[in-house]
């Protein structure tokens, strides 16, 4: 079985120690309307999951890693003797990108299947769109990969949870490491969606208490066939960083900046977790050199990772690969607590199964904890977990990684911290 990698424990703590969430709205996203056709989920002594994940469209890069991470918790979870004495079950489907429809295709076929859990999805916006009609149909979801901070309050029938810490944290490191980086001033280029101008604003609002300055934000439409004005008004307003907060429109915009003379040598750049990735051969030799990003998670273990490519030998990157794994851990874990597959019996368990009890970071180590009528406290391979009242996780890190010639990244440190809520 796998141990998780404690490295976060050892991770520079942020300036604040603890990062209160306010009231959020939902950024202008229109949510599903509705609820599912299908039958409300109800539970029939087997556990069953469902993936939501990119398949296909903007964020299909981050998807080997999290189906990896998800079919290695089942196989772990079926290995320890399942839930309830039976193994659990999982059906995958993709999520695509809101520029398609395919999220509500996969969740109505999912419920129609009387899913209890859906892992996904990785997009805020995508999970926006269908979160209704999961809660609404009784099935619970839980997310990897959603940081957007509208779901801290979002009216979800206490049945939404996230393994991925909302932005509000990753703005904070982000907008400290460009600041101690030593610029003055910054030009955003944002995605207009929930998680672009939600990472924007708290990104903006850690630079200013900084000392530094925005001196340009532009909000692009991701579907847009050419971002010259974007990029135009950006380098008219001069600034010594820019920030580019988006998915794979990202490869768009690049040649632009190449082109207008700000390269990653003229002007710092900077990237999210929605568009880190190894760029690798897309690109000229160099392009990418010395840029910076920012990515939710804990350092994975050697160990892990190599379970990983049992599951997926093709796998080159990891991101988000630990958030689904204990995405689909802990939901195991609250099923077997509440001795039920019922999504709603689960949802009263998933605090309690990850804070206050006694430590364990395995399936099978927690699951003989719970049989003997223990109290458990798992700590996942993305960290200690430990939800808090919003279902959001109450600790996180968030890391730091740089670019080198090969347009490949690698890190540089974790930063550790913790939300309130």
Known sequence: MIRPSFAWRSAAVLGAACLTLGACSNGGESPSSGSSSAATVAGDGVLKFGTLLPQTGSLAFLGPPEFAGVHLAIKDINDAGGVLGKPVTITDSDSGDTSTDIATQSVNKLLTEKTDVIIGAASSSVSLSVIDKITGAGAMQISPANTSDAFTTYKDNGLYFRTAPPDVLQGRVLGNQIVQDGNAKVGLLVLQDSYGTGLAKSTRAAIESGGGQV?????????????????GKIKQANPDAIVMIGFDETKKIVPKLVESGLTSKAKKWYFVDGNLANYGKEFPNGTFQGAKGSLPGAKASDEFRK?????????????????????????????TAAKSDVPADMAKQMTAVTSAGTKCTTFKDCKDLLDKGTDIDYDGVSGPIEFNAAGDPSQATIGIYQYGADNNYKNLSYNAGSIAG
């Open 215 to 231: 001196v340009a934000e532009e909000v692009y439409d991701p579907k847009a066939a050419d971002y010259s004005a974007e990029v």
């Open 307 to 335: 379970s990983l490519l049992a599951v997926d030998p093709k796998l080159k990157d990891y991101s988000y690969a630990p958030e689904s794994y204990d995405a689909t851990i802990v939901a195991a874990l609250a099923a």
